[in-house]
């Protein structure tokens, strides 16, 4: 589990904020929020479309760190450290307004069990290297 799986992993994952960061960009007219029947009022759509922005950069970061990931570990730390945070908020919603379909919940595990991990995998990666 060294610098390239890292690498891949990091650049895989990455992904997922990207795509979903331009769709929720699309605000209420997203076609998981349009389905849902959400209501287009502007202080949520303008809240979602922020989201979908923030979350598109977070992704962003990631990728652009990817080539030199084992000496970035502060950037590194941050995108994971926002990313839990996150799914600190996520399960707030699961314990105050209910369970999300299936697949939030199991984003719902990584940003809370798998930031944690990533985060410990680059202090590794970043160890070996400077040995």
């Known amino acids: 589990m060294g610098r390239r799986a890292l690498q891949i992993a990091t650049g895989l994952l990455a992904l997922v904020p990207i795509l979903t960061g331009i769709i929720t ?3 209420v007219s997203d076609p ?3 389905s849902s029947g959400v209501p287009a009022l502007p202080v949520l759509d303008s809240n979602l479309r922020f989201f979908g922005g923030v979350w598109l950069g977070l992704g962003l970061a990631l990728i652009w760190l990817v080539p030199r990931i084992e000496s970035e570990s ?3 730390r941050v995108v994971w450290g926002g990313i839990f ?3 600190v908020g996520r399960l707030l919603s699961i314990v ?3 369970a999300p379909p299936i697949p ?4 719902t595990a990584l940003e809370l069990i798998g ?4 985060v410990y995998w680059q202090h590794l ?7």
């Open 25 to 27: 960009m699309l605000g």
């Open 32 to 34: 998981l929020y349009a």
């Open 74 to 76: 502060v950037l590194f």
């Open 85 to 87: 945070l996150g799914g």
């Open 96 to 98: 105050m307004v209910g």
């Open 104 to 107: 939030f919940t199991g984003f």
């Open 115 to 118: 930031a944690p991990l990533f």
């Open 125 to 131: 990666v970043a160890t070996a290297a400077r040995r």
